[in-house]
């Protein structure tokens, strides 16, 4: 008699999810601070006909570690 062992850990349905919308909608992933994201009013605007109403739209410059950048500054360098 032989026993045999269960595998006892959940899939990662969120990880799944992700990566299957991401192959998709590739144009809808987003670099966060946490890594990649998907960018629902992107994803919201994909799957319509017609322009969807999000954020107010407007002019921004992102990069990976801006939030770090902006701590750092704001934080760490000192005051005068």
């Not at 032989?2 to 959940?10: A, F, G, N, R, V």
């Not at 605007?45 to 801006?66: A, I, T």
């Amino acid at each position: 008699m032989t026993i045999e062992k269960l595998d006892m850990h959940s899939p990662d349905l969120v990880n799944e999810n992700f990566e299957k919308l991401a192959a998709l909608f590739p144009n809808c992933v987003t670099e966060t601070a946490e890594g990649k994201a998907i960018n629902f009013d992107q994803l919201k605007q994909e799957l319509s006909h017609s322009v969807v109403e999000g954020n107010k739209e407007r002019y921004r410059l992102e990069w990976p570690g801006k939030r770090e950048a902006i701590v750092t500054a704001t934080y760490l360098l000192p005051k005068h």
